[in-house]
């Protein structure tokens, strides 16, 4: 019965290693913390809009960006599928907050005190810092997602946001 108990300990303690999170890779930390950043910003993004009345979604100025990085990842060497599937990640998760932002708004939490930033402003700031992680991306190959995801969480306020944007890492 006591060996049974000691094998039962080790398989357990063999799971809880394989279940924990990965470290984040030191070369990943600056892009990770951009992706955050970037995150952060969609709440001041859905102020803007929800102010003036816009959707979240904006096809034409996803696809502008799309196709802007995708030009950009050319000339680092990326393959267009993986741009595609970093950036849509990325935009993606912006609109996950954007909308969990408004959801909130709807329900009665008040809006932050003040004038919304001007939404074209805040689109400049999210440009620059596109093209920064998308350099970055570029030599971040070995990002674990749940690392990415857990360190993500912290920036966020719908956790699917942080999923979404850490799934680019996947298949890289």
């Known amino acids: 019965m006591k060996a049974y108990f000691q094998a039962m300990l080790v398989l357990a303690a063999v799971f809880l290693c394989a279940c924990s999170t990965p470290p984040l890779p030191e070369e990943s930390v600056p892009m990770v913390a951009l992706m955050g950043e ?6 001041d993004v859905a102020w803007a809009k929800w102010t ?3 959707p979240v979604r904006d096809p034409v ?12 990842g050319e000339s680092s060497d990326l393959e267009e599928g ?8 990325q935009i993606e998760a912006s609109c996950l907050e954007q909308e969990a932002w408004m959801k909130k708004w709807r329900e009665g939490e008040p809006l932050p005190a003040g004038d919304p930033p001007a939404l074209e402003a805040l689109r400049l700031r999210i440009d620059r810092m596109s093209a920064f992680l998308l350099a970055e ?3 971040a190959w070995d990002t674990p997602p749940a690392a990415a995801r857990t360190r993500l969480k912290k920036s966020v306020i719908d956790p699917r946001s942080a999923t979404v944007a850490a799934s680019a890492f996947v298949g890289k």
Not at 38 to 43: D, I, N, T, Y
Not at 82 to 89: D, I, T
């Open 137 to 139: 991306y570029a030599g």
């Open 52 to 54: 003036v009345g816009l």
């Open 61 to 72: 100025r996803e696809d502008e960006i799309i196709k802007k990085l995708v030009r950009q």
């Open 82 to 89: 993986v741009v595609l599937r970093f950036v849509r990640a």
């Open 38 to 43: 970037r995150l952060s910003l969609a709440r």
